[in-house]
């Protein structure tokens, strides 16, 4: 038998493409969220954000300057700022002028993307030393050794949504167990009324929906599938059971979808499950992080109550 020895990127790289295959093959089938961050996704995400339907990101930018203060007063000066899932590095540069790091080191899926934002990040910002970190840290978060302590992990936009109540607490865990003398500072979106949640995710310009349909050209390109955008629509819908906001792709013909060593036929009206965003309350939140080893957190939230800013430690 061949002992086949490969780098560490094909290893990673065949993982992915094995969870994409599993998802594709399930009896209900799915795709990781992650997978909507191509270079192109991230570009559309950042459109999203600029969309007025979408309030968490506006609410939470307006919950950061309302409170600057007592935020940089509990974050405390000149540590090391760690964004996880950092996108274009927006949020994290809004509190450099009060926080003011000494270390910047910021972690996405969204490799490629990450390292244009961080280019130019560090040339407004020389004094402050930035690693960007190309990582899926939905199954290990592993933050090197190299890292300086006082460690501030940054987990803003409510992304912890978008994992299952145990992968949360899996991630909080992992963050607590490394945050060296710091703490998390993140934004969680609330609990609200079904068409605020259905506007900011089904907005009429249709972005969101070129953002979810996108995520097929992503499979194509990773495992080299043969999808047709064309042949699906964007469907959103709030699940109550388990107060989350779910992202699905919905066929609008029978069709067979195929790639190397596999094919699947979808029927008409069939549902591909793109992504959760779990909505919280005060309280689920602050049960969530005393699960995970939090033993104190302050809270910042805006006049409508529509989203949280918790710096725990
Ligand atoms: C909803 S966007 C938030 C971006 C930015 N932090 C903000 O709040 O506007 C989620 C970000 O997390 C990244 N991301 C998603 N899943 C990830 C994973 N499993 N590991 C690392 N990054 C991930 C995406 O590429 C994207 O940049």
């Not at 910047?104 to 993307?113: G, I, R, T, W």
């Not at 549902?271 to 939140?285: D, M, Q, R, V, W």
């Not at 033993?295 to 725990?312: C, E, L, M, N, R």
Request: aromatic content about 10%; proline content about 5%.
């Amino acid at each position: 038998m061949k002992n086949i020895k490969t780098t560490p990127e094909a290893h990673i790289q065949h993982q992915l493409i094995s969870e994409i295959e599993v998802g594709l093959l399930n009896i209900t089938p799915y795709i990781s969220p992650k997978f909507l961050y191509d270079p192109l996704g991230s570009h559309l995400f950042t459109a999203i954000t600029l969309l007025p339907e979408y309030y968490p990101t506006v609410t939470e930018k307006h919950i950061f300057s309302e409170f600057e203060n007592e935020i940089a007063h509990h974050v405390g000066l000149g540590g090391t700022l760690i964004d996880l899932g950092a996108g274009n590095c927006e949020k994290a540069k809004s509190l450099f002028p009060s926080i003011q790091p000494s270390c910047y080191v910021a972690l996405d899926f969204s490799k490629e993307y990450l390292e244009d934002s961080i280019k130019k990040l560090q040339a407004e910002y020389p004094s402050i030393q930035m690693t960007p970190i190309g990582m899926d840290f939905s199954k290990k978060l592993s933050i090197p050794d190299s890292v300086p302590s006082n460690r501030t992990f940054f987990y803003p936009g409510s992304s912890l949504g978008n994992f299952l109540h145990d992968e949360a607490i899996n991630l909080l865990r992992q963050i607590k167990s490394q945050v060296r003398g710091g703490g998390l500072l993140m934004g969680i979106d609330l609990m609200k009324s079904d068409e605020a949640l259905i506007n900011a995710y089904d907005d009429a310009l249709k972005v969101t929906a070129a953002f979810n349909l996108n995520i097929l050209r992503s499979v194509n390109t990773m495992i080299g599938s043969n999808f047709n955008i064309e042949q699906f629509r964007h469907l959103v819908k709030v699940n109550h059971a388990v107060n989350r906001v779910e992202l699905y792709l919905e066929t609008l013909e029978e069709l067979t979808v195929s790639w190397p060593g596999h094919e699947r036929t979808f029927q008409k009206g069939e549902l591909i499950h793109t992504e959760n965003s779990h909505k919280y309350t005060i309280n689920s939140i602050q049960k969530l992080l005393e699960q995970s080893g939090f033993s104190s957190s302050t809270i910042w939230t805006d006049p409508k109550q529509y989203f949280a800013v918790i710096y725990a430690k």
